[in-house]
């Protein structure tokens, strides 16, 4: 049941991007169109699962083991790094044709906030191995929502008439401060939730 | 001169946060008021300009090939040293900072400025880039924080100016797009008049 708990609270009411502000470039930077959206969140979805299994271990096996916790951000970004890396060139070989869909945005990935973001959350919330890769899952579900919707809505603008000087960013910015508005409308959803189930 | 451009570059003409749009995650997450803006500012500074200190003086050492695993590296050390910093002096804006501080990591404008900078420059012109270009970002949240701090809660670095409370939509998240978006818009305008 608390898996239920983490996938709502992750996806809709602590939304990584609209509530969080993780990973807000790629939000802003590749989401002018639904189809490259759906790519970047693909290729997100990947990494951030894969990279928060990898360091969870670490940080269970290796950095608590020794005692040297404080090495965790130096540790956990090269392990990130080197993840896509080897993802990239894992990719290439196996199944060319995904590569071909999430090539140019792997790379990007490395500098994606969210995806760090997320490793060193569960590791703070002291999740289990389990409940880790559910937070990833629906975190990465929570970052396609936001892009897709967000591309969505800026195909659309295109075709409005904006003031010159609001043009590009600026009012991308503020159709986001609308969207994060309306998914503020989920708050105290996952408490609800946690009542039915008598928790 | 142009060392004395270098360093203002960074304020208003090719601002990181406002032209650039670099570094928006930690511009937008901590500034929900105007001292968490400007401590997270003074710490990123302190990695930019450390790490383009230490790449402009390996950067003939490193192959090509690893440069950008070496850089994350090198910047990774600086934020570990400053998160330590903060946590022990300034345990209350740790706090608040909080997830943010391990993610200078990741932050574009410290490995944007280390590649295309740094890599290429002489040590005294990249710490002098690195001041200017910290500092611009320091600035911009700086203001952002200011700007949401007054509006949203009344106050200005915590001291407040009007009874009972602000916009509260301004502190929340749907604010800071809100208030990011405005300034972008009334910094394009004035660099349309100076440009």
Known sequence: ?199 | MSRLKTFTNGFIKENPAFVLLLGLCPLLGVTTSAINGLGMGLATTFVLIMSNIVVSLVKDFIPAKVRIPSFIVIIATFVTLVGLVMEAYVPALYESLGLFIPLIVVNCLVLGRAEAFASKNSTLDSIIDGSGMGLGFTFALTLLGSVREILGSGSFFGMKFIEGDGMLVFVLSPGAFLAMGYLVVLINKINKKTA
Do not use: W
């Not at chain 1, 996806?11 to 509530?19: K, M, Q, S």
């Not at chain 1, 990007?108 to 999740?127: E, H, M, P, R």
């Open chain 1, 1 to 199: 049941m608390e898996y239920v708990i983490i996938i709502i609270s992750a996806i809709f009411v602590n939304n990584i991007v609209l509530a969080k502000f993780l990973g807000v470039c790629p939000f802003i930077g590749v989401s002018n169109k639904v189809e490259t959206s759906l790519g970047m969140t693909g290729a997100v979805t990947f990494v951030m699962v894969i990279a928060t299994i990898v360091t969870y271990l670490i940080q269970k096996y290796v950095l608590e083991a020794f005692g040297i916790q404080f090495m965790q951000t130096i540790t956990f970004i090269i392990v990130i790094a080197s993840l896509v890396q080897m993802v990239e060139i894992i990719l290439k070989k196996v199944s060319p044709s995904l590569y071909q869909a999430l090539g140019i945005f792997l790379p990007l990935i490395t500098t994606n906030c969210a995806v760090l973001g997320v490793a060193i959350l569960t590791v703070q919330s002291d999740y289990t191995l389990m409940e880790g890769v559910v937070f990833a899952i629906a975190n990465a579900i929570g970052f396609g929502l936001a892009l897709i919707i967000f591309a969505g809505l800026r195909e659309h603008m295109d075709l409005m008439d904006v003031p010159k000087a609001m043009k590009g960013v600026p009012v991308a910015l503020i159709i986001a401060g609308l969207l994060a508005m309306a998914f503020m409308g989920f708050s105290g959803v996952e408490r609800g939730i946690a009542q039915i189930f008598g928790m």
